[in-house]
């Protein structure tokens, strides 16, 4: 059956994280055909409870200050996994199949930011995007707040001994003094300490045994607490002496006070930069099965390899508890300024035109910001362009490869390569913690 739950994006997040992707089927009957072909596919069906939504559904994801549609949220992650040229190719040939069906649908190719954000909030690994708008939840509970601290208004008060004062009566104007000093009461939500909760179908599928009639139905969102809780606590903790300059928080009736900086609750990952020339001996297609598993093998030329890659990797002086979450790429075309400050390795070839685009191009001043790591065959000489960037460049050598090394599988043998991928590790693990990386980032 159609839905009528106003949040499709929260629904295909909750599906992906219970490993039971939606299916596209040619209506909204939940026992019609399925079908792979976005052209033809009308609907997004869900189980558990069964739903279904319009393709054409918009949804909460901001793109060009407009909101994308269900069929373009679910061809990017379909094609998350896709080069950038091929997933733009693919928009394409679907555009052209849509234009000769009705000429209405459309799929919004989206930029390499942004998809990388909305991949990322599906995929669970972040619960913030700047791309996403709040639920109306969310800003009734916001406005819930504002109403309990008096910074909007909510119920009118009636000054205390003004109940029995007849109309037309003059106020003391002391008096009156006294009653403009008092707070106003909030509203019963903000009495009640909330909003009726927001509820998720979703729950079925964590917990069927509460999942009876007499029970609730679905599970409780409690973020509109959490943003509740917030406004207040904001306001009770003391000031704290910091090395910026602190913004100042005026409250009715009370003197401006300081109030700490909030930081974003979701750590950023660090980057870790790769040379995009053929010589490399480290590219897109081989670096995770490297720096994961401890196993070289050569990189392969398929055009179809990700342009993108994402590493976790506990290191312990840093955070003993989360491992952090490293994203790899070639080239920084799509970096956001404040990108390079998260820019923590650079892997190079000794070849000055890999550093056109970067921020800094000379490549003394950028292995004082990030450090180098140069990976040759073992036995061979370090170029010298490399040795000639001094100690920011860390030189490592891995065994040829020989396909029939061990005389078996072409991987057998290779245990040195563990112990050059535990150095590089290290290295890398040393140079952020020199340059303040702790458990919420730079210099938290």
């Known amino acids: 059956m159609a839905s009528s739950d106003p949040d499709p994006l929260l629904r295909l997040r909750q599906s992906i994280a219970a490993s039971e992707p939606p299916i596209a089927t040619i209506s909204s009957d939940p026992s019609s055909e399925a079908t792979d072909n976005l052209a033809t596919a009308t609907q997004l069906q869900f189980n558990n409870p069964p739903t279904s939504y319009s393709l054409d559904t918009p949804t909460r994801f901001i793109s060009s200050d407009k909101p994308v549609d269900l069929r373009s949220i679910w061809f990017a992650w379909q094609k998350k996994d896709v080069a950038i040229p091929d997933y733009i190719a693919s928009a394409q040939s679907l555009n052209e199949e849509l234009a000769v069906k009705d000429g209405a649908s459309k799929v919004q190719n989206l930029v390499f930011v942004e998809r990388l954000d909305l991949i990322t909030w599906l995929e669970g690994a972040s619960e913030e995007s700047e791309y996403i708008k709040g639920l109306e939840s969310d800003a009734s509970a916001t406005h819930s707040a504002q109403v309990a601290s008096g910074a909007v208004g909510g119920v009118s008060t009636v000054p205390s001994g003004a109940a029995g004062t007849r109309v037309g009566r003059t106020t003391d104007p002391r008096l009156q003094k006294i009653y403009n000093g008092e707070r106003r009461m909030g509203d019963r939500n903000s009495v009640l300490r909330g909003i009726k909760p927001t509820v998720s179908p979703f729950f079925h599928q964590l917990s069927p045994t509460f999942a009876s009639p007499k029970r609730l139905t679905a599970t409780q ?3 509109h607490v959490r943003k509740l809780a917030e406004s207040f606590l904001s306001r009770s903790r003391p000031a704290k002496s910091l090395p910026t300059q ?13 109030q700490k900086p909030s930081h974003s609750s979701r750590r950023p990952d660090p980057i870790i930069l790769l040379s995009p020339s053929a010589s490399s001996l480290l590219r897109l297609s081989n670096i995770k099965s490297f720096l994961s598993d401890g196993v070289y093998t050569p990189p392969t030329t398929s055009t179809t390899a990700a342009n993108i890659l994402h590493i ?18 070639d080239t920084p075309e799509q970096f956001k300024p404040d990108y390079w400050g998260r ?18 191009q000379d490549p003394r001043e950028l292995f004082k910001e990030a450090l180098g790591v140069y990976v040759g065959w073992r036995g061979e000489d370090v170029p010298g362009s490399v040795k000639g960037w001094g100690r920011g460049v860390l030189s490592v050598g891995v065994e040829k490869w020989n396909p029939g ?7 057998q043998g290779r245990w040195r390569d563990r112990e050059v991928v535990e150095g590089v590790w290290g290295r890398i693990e040393e140079w952020m913690r020199g340059k303040g990386w702790g458990k919420e980032g730079v210099g938290r």
């Open 221 to 223: 969102d409690f973020s």
């Open 246 to 258: 602190p913004s100042l928080v005026s409250l009715p009736g009370k003197p401006p006070i300081a």
């Open 312 to 329: 976790s990797r506990l290191l312990p002086s840093i955070d003993a508890h989360r491992p952090l979450r490293f994203i790899l790429v």
């Open 343 to 360: 820019v923590v390795a650079v892997f190079t070839t000794g070849q000055m035109w890999q550093f056109k685009g970067y921020k800094w």
């Open 405 to 411: 090394l061990g005389g078996g599988a072409p991987t």
